[in-house]
């Protein structure tokens, strides 16, 4: 099993930005896709954005392409999202996960470990 913390959450001001941090450890980090996830209040958790293994293929929920950029760095473990111009209805819980494998897919079903969440707010 891998153990996953997110960090980074916090308040937010709509076109600000904000920086999610994962941090991995236990098994082997660079052999899986990860993906993060979102949950907001009376809502399912949501699928936000995936990288495969090598960083080499990354793939976006709609409603945040081009705002958000999801990136990894093998050598430190660690799995992050980069938000930019974030929008009051980006308010949620914040999860990062681990893939069964390699391909970046959208269902929470495909993801086997979960960190705890970070919880990101957007305000003025």
């Known amino acids: 099993q891998v153990q996953l913390v997110e960090t980074g959450g916090g308040l937010a001001q709509p076109g600000g930005s904000l920086r999610l941090s994962c941090a991995a450890s236990?098994?082997?980090?660079?052999?899986?896709?990860m993906g993060w996830f979102r949950q907001a209040p009376g809502k399912e958790r949501e699928f936000v954005a995936g990288i495969r293994e090598s960083g080499g293929f990354t793939y976006y929920a709609d409603s945040v392409k081009g705002r958000f950029t999801i990136s990894r760095d093998n050598a430190k473990n660690t799995l992050y999202l980069q938000m930019t111009s974030p929008r009051p209805e980006d308010t949620a819980l914040y999860y990062c996960?681990?893939?069964?494998?390699?391909?970046?897919?959208?269902?929470?079903?495909?993801?086997?470990?979960w960190g705890q969440g970070t919880q990101v707010t957007v305000s003025s």
């Open positions: 236990g098994q082997t980090f660079s052999s899986y896709a």
């Open positions: 996960a681990k893939a069964k494998g390699d391909l970046v897919l959208t269902t929470i079903f495909y993801y086997d470990s």
